[in-house]
């Protein structure tokens, strides 16, 4: 679970400074560092599992894949920052496996790591450059200190549950040795010498390459962080029937979703996953339920076995009986239905990151998409377990009906500052929160967003009235209260004017 993350020099996030709770909705107009912070988050997820040049490639440039990975710095006219930094706080999970098969216990399981990366010029590369590790290191914070560290709202024992550990000494650290920089990778629960790595010529960081034996509590910060997902829901790969071999996860883009829904229900009906009981399950009838929410007459949903060409296909059965293969929903119908999946797969942790989920869905319905985000994130209000796994959402949107709907301490509203940098001026991303959210306590020395700048979400969608009025559908009380019921707004709401 990322609960902060530091970025400077990094396209146009300059000193940004975010916390994130279990839900976070990012909010602003187009080209104000919404991606930007998911590219960001992406890049670190990358970093933690192949080489600094390919996860550079797989950064998103404008108008697709970047070619020269210093369009990844910061720039004002013709002059690049010097360096990108990096900084996360995470709360890792406790065990896990590396790529050997061997198994990882942490030490402690809150952790901060930093990165510092600089372009390197090299012609012998066909992306015109590649990136020099300046500086890496993972070191722990203290238990006693978690709760100064997770600042959103919670209960003391989901903390306990998910915080662990003691640990004193450094994981991974860098120092200056005869004019170099060296990177250490110290070795845990033994006395021995740390391993030393020339920063300079290394093609990938230290973390990417830990295993098990030499430092489990890094190979378990690495896990987390490639957990980090964002996912691009293609209506292609949604339609899309499965052989009976593919892999039952779902892709990023949404495919498997036949074999995950297959597995999940044979391994429920074994009792393997929470809601399997004395051979059944209901998990299927809980999904076509939470999709009626969004599409009326909805009556099972069910996976075909085709066992002579051996496919998996996905199919809904409305209340007339007509039985309705993926391949002729709607798109929004479709990602509707992958969110739901996720939220049933208790498999699925770590962080989830969807840019405007609003996309393909009548407003109306939005009500219904948000509560569904909300409830795929970690209720800290519970310990974690099985049936209530490690699990974030961040979403992006520039949709005033999805803002006025979400939780008003969820919301980060992006906009553009103006600064100067060698003389040069530029705009750089700045995210600020609402008022009176646990944001505003966590981090007082920066302002709240100004008033005006909400005005722009508080359309006639979100209202209370619009929703009684048009038959939103009823998706229960949101826990945390909306932008639309706060009481200093209510009075520029539309059609809620004061009659005096």
């Not at 994130?20 to 990358?46: M, R, Y």
């Not at 030490?107 to 372009?119: G, N």
């Not at 390459?209 to 957990?227: C, D, F, G, H, K």
């Not at 229900?265 to 074994?270: D, F, G, I, L, Q």
Request: aromatic fraction near 4%; charge should be negative.
């Amino acid at each position: 679970m990322l609960t902060r993350l530091k970025v400077s020099g990094f396209k146009n996030l300059v000193d940004v400074d975010l916390r994130f709770g279990p839900f976070t909705c990012a909010a602003g107009a187009n080209g104000t560092g919404k991606s930007n912070l998911f590219d960001a988050i992406q890049f670190l997820s990358k970093l933690a599992g192949d080489t600094l040049l390919n996860a550079a490639l797989a950064v998103r440039s404008e108008g697709g894949r970047t070619a020269d990975v210093r369009n990844l710095f910061h720039r004002i006219g013709d002059h690049y920052a010097s360096q990108m930094t990096f900084e996360t706080e995470m709360i890792v999970p406790f065990t896990g496996i590396d790529d050997l098969g061997q198994r990882a216990e942490a030490s402690i399981t809150l952790l901060c790591y930093q990165l510092a990366l600089a372009y390197r010029a090299d012609s012998s590369l066909p992306s015109l450059g590649s990136l020099e590790i300046l500086h890496e290191e993972l070191t722990h914070i203290n238990v006693t200190e978690a709760a100064s560290h997770l600042r959103f709202p919670h209960k003391p024992a989901w903390r306990r549950s998910v915080v662990k550990g003691r640990r004193i000494g450094e994981f991974i650290s860098t120092v200056e040795k005869e004019e170099k920089r060296i990177i250490k990778l110290h070795q845990e629960g033994t006395s021995g010498r740390p391993r030393e790595y020339l920063a300079a010529t290394l093609p990938r960081t230290v973390l990417s390459s830990v295993n098990a034996i030499e430092s489990p509590t890094a190979l378990l910060a690495r896990r987390e962080m490639q957990s980090w997902r964002l996912l691009q829901l293609e209506p292609s790969a949604l339609r899309e029937p499965d052989e009976y071999t593919a892999l039952p996860r779902l892709g990023v883009d949404g495919s498997h979703m036949p074999a995950t829904l297959d597995y999940l229900k044979r391994a429920a009906h074994n009792g393997g996953l929470p809601g399997g009981h004395n051979g059944e399950s209901p998990m299927l009838d809980e999904l076509a339920a939470r999709l009626s929410e969004l599409v009326e007459h909805v009556k099972t949903i069910h996976v075909d076995r085709d066992d002579r060409r051996q496919l998996l296909t996905l199919e809904m059965t409305d209340r007339s009986g007509t039985s309705l293969p993926a391949r002729s929903l709607s798109d929004g119908t479709l990602r509707f239905l992958a969110l739901a999946v996720l939220a049933l797969d208790p498999r699925e942790e770590g962080l989830i990151c969807l840019e405007e989920p609003e996309n393909g869905i009548h407003p109306e319905r939005i009500p219904a998409m948000l509560q569904l985000l909300q409830e795929m994130a970690v209720d800290v209000e519970n310990e974690v377990g099985a049936d209530n796994p490690l699990r974030q959402v961040i979403v992006n949107t520039h949709s005033p009906s999805v803002v006025s709907q979400a939780p008003d301490d969820a919301i980060l509203v992006s906009e553009l500052q103006d600064v100067v940098t060698a003389g040069q001026g530029g705009r750089t991303a700045c995210f600020r929160w609402l008022p009176d959210t646990w944001r505003c306590d966590a981090d007082p020395g920066t302002p709240p967003v100004a008033r005006g700048v909400l005005l722009a979400y508080l359309n006639p969608a979100g209202r209370p009235d619009f929703e009684r009025e048009h038959g939103a559908p009823d998706v229960g009380v949101p826990k945390s209260r909306r932008l639309i019921d706060r009481p200093d707004l209510q009075p520029f709401l539309p059609g809620m004017e004061d009659p005096r």
